[in-house]
């Protein structure tokens, strides 16, 4: 018998994956709840264990059913998955006891139970491919989080989220299958599905022409998952029409997998050479970026409702991951790492606070939110806290990662990237006053007032993570430390 | 590898023109179709065609299934069969959802065609739709 500790990598993705039919079998919403609330809890835990197991000891690698890798399916955590972990469990484990109540408003009783299957699933999913170290095994975990969301985006109330889910299942499963075509290129060429294992073997093909295409496979399928613009298309409506638990949910996790994957992809499989030597990727990554950063941000400034304008602003700070990305240098992928972190737990938390918004006022467009100021102090509050983290004002999370991203830029000279990136956060600041002038500077509607007060169970998850996002502003330890060492570790497999 | 490209011959690489005309085949009906199901067959094409690149070239003509024998020398690789048999259920899921939901569609709206149906959501939103139409 072997101690629990050793199989934490296993149980992170078995807790929640064997939670998910538990509450199906259950089918009373509360009991369902009560299993998908202790199911997050427990993958947090799991995460955080496994984090402080690798800042001490380095990377974890363990053989699922005792086959060694590279036969064998192996599940690996290093200083970057332990990290993307954290996030997407502690998000979780945030957002699911807020999902509660949310979810009363929103779905039809007798599909509770199934939200949280769907919930829990997603979660296993996400966490899979996180933890995987093999690259097929990516693509099932990547489907089983996909088609959940899918599901849970269709229960939103409009029936817009009907479409906006189809339009999801398209992209996402056209994505999906480019990045399978580019494993399955890699596998004809090394004859490994093992990560790592491809990555010491593909010196020996590289700049092949399989190669190459499934470079080019993988990147279009793994930037339709991440929303990389303008391949963002299937965004905006899901997090729009998705009930709010989900979009923030979303918001926080999925895109931010999705940049996991293609930091995996392109730094411990293929390699710098022939990523950026052989192809000009630095300079699409670049323009790509800087495109998002703009276009997004500009779309986001003229939309009506709220979480369509945050939704758009996602796709925009999607640019910014990308961008430190493309510099391929320890601080700029320090940046994009610290920023994949920060930007999560903002965005959750604003897509959180609006879920109470829209609980309240009936709705999250422009109009509803008119005297949002007076009426809900506190959330307009945390809204415009988050707000700021979005545009990079100092004391907020959003600023720690820009820092770094104008450090990164700074260090191969490119001074106009400082000033389109400090352009570009103007551009937030617009957007951000939108909401601002709507919340403080105007009478409240005779129609939308309501009497309700939002409920604890929803004001304090939103409230935490509001505050985390200040937290992480002023106490970067734990994500510039975290970030810094898994940029050290991506970078050290090309030397 | 590449001094082996020039020796392969077009039959050798049959398989691979099927699977890139049924990629392309596929991709062309999910871009040019408007109606939801005939989007959803062009979905189950392009998948399909993936299921053939991995397929196809884990055949060795005259090989066996891997068995531990002295009378088999030659084997096919099983692996990829196992790897589909996995991608085949992930597509028929993706395949069930999406026709679960153009059900909810045709429930909701009425019709199953994309432009039809985007037409009936714009003027439910009252300030209309700024951002580029999806």
Redesign the interface.
């Known amino acids: 018998m072997t101690s629990v500790a050793a199989h934490l990598p296993a149980l992170q993705v078995v807790v929640p994956l064997l939670a998910a039919p538990l509450t199906v079998l259950l089918r009373r919403p509360g009991a369902a709840y009560a299993v998908a609330v202790a199911a997050s809890w427990a993958a947090l835990a799991i995460a955080v264990a496994l984090w402080q197991r690798v800042a001490a000891g380095g990377t974890l690698s363990y053989a699922m059913g005792s086959w060694p890798p590279p036969w064998g399916i192996e599940y690996r955590v290093d200083a970057l998955s332990a990290f993307v972990l954290v996030l997407v469990a502690a998000t979780a484990a945030v957002v699911l006891p807020y999902s509660r109540r949310s979810i009363q408003e929103e779905v039809p009783r007798h599909q509770h139970y199934l939200f949280y299957t769907m919930f829990l699933l997603c979660i296993a999913g996400l966490l899979g491919v996180t933890i995987t170290g093999d690259a097929f095994n990516i693509f099932v975990f990547l489907e089983i989080s996909s088609l959940s969301t899918y599901v849970l985006v269709a229960l939103g109330r409009d029936r817009r989220a009907l479409v906006a889910s189809y339009q999801y299942l398209i992209m996402g499963t056209i994505g999906a299958t480019f990045i399978v075509i580019g494993v399955g290129l890699l596998y004809l060429m090394t004859g490994t599905l093992n990560l790592a294992d491809i990555g010491q073997r593909i010196g020996a093909v590289q700049g092949s022409r399989p190669v190459l295409a499934a470079l080019a496979f993988l990147t279009v399928g793994i930037s339709l998952k991440l929303a990389l613009f303008p391949l963002h298309q299937w965004l905006p409506n899901a997090y729009a029409f998705a009930p709010s638990a989900v979009a923030a949910f979303l918001a926080a996790t999925a895109t931010k997998v999705a940049v996991y994957v293609l930091l995996r992809f392109y730094f411990s499989v293929f390699g710098e050479s022939v990523v950026f030597d052989r192809l000009p990727m630095q300079e699409a990554m670049l323009l790509l970026a800087l495109a998002g950063m703009f276009v997004a941000s500009t779309i986001a400034i003229f939309q009506t409702d709220l979480k369509r304008l945050f939704a758009y602003s996602s796709v925009g700070q999607i640019g910014y991951v990308v961008l430190g990305l493309s510099f391929l240098s320890d601080s700029g992928l320090t940046a994009s790492i610290v920023h994949l972190f920060n930007h999560g737990i903002t965005k959750g938390a604003i897509f959180l606070l609006l879920g109470g918004v829209a609980m309240v006022t009936g709705g999250t467009g422009l109009a509803h939110v008119r005297g949002l100021g007076r009426r809900m102090p506190l959330t307009s509050f945390g809204i415009v806290l988050c707000g700021l983290s979005l545009v990079g004002v100092p004391g907020t999370a959003g600023f720690v990662s820009k820092w770094f991203l104008i450090l990164a830029a700074l260090e191969q000279g490119q001074w106009w990237l400082v000033f389109l990136i400090v352009a570009s956060s103007l551009l937030a600041v617009a957007y951000l006053w939108r909401f601002v002038e709507a919340a403080y500077f105007r009478e409240p509607d005779a129609g939308t007032t309501g009497s309700r007060a939002v409920p604890w169970s929803m004001a304090l998850p939103a409230g935490l993570l509001a505050i985390a996002t200040v937290y992480f502003g002023l106490d970067t330890s734990f994500t510039v430390g975290s970030a810094a060492r898994a940029a050290a570790g991506l970078l050290e497999a090309l030397r | ?2 001094g082996a490209e020039s020796a392969m011959t077009w039959g050798n690489h049959f398989s691979y023109f099927v699977t890139v005309f049924m ?1 392309v085949a596929g ?1 062309f009906i ?1 871009i040019a179709r408007g109606n ?1 199901i005939k ?1 959803l067959v062009g ?1 189950g094409i ?2 399909t065609s ?1 299921y053939l ?2 397929i196809a ?1 884990g055949k060795l003509v005259g090989g066996t299934a891997p068995i531990l024998s002295d009378r088999f020398t030659v084997y096919s690789n099983p ?2 069969h196992v ?1 589909i048999l ?2 085949i259920v ?1 597509g028929v ?2 395949l069930a ?2 026709l679960a ?2 059900v ?2 045709r429930a ?2 009425g019709s199953i065609e994309e432009d039809e ?2 037409d009936m ?1 714009a003027p ?4 209309g739709e ?3 139409r ?1």
């Open positions: 590898m590449t990629m991709l999910l939801l989007k979905l392009f998948q993936m690149l991995y070239p692996l990829p790897l996995t991608a992930v899921a993706t959802l999406g939901l153009v909810r569609i909701a709206y149906v985007l959501d439910a939103s009252p300030q700024q951002g580029p999806q």
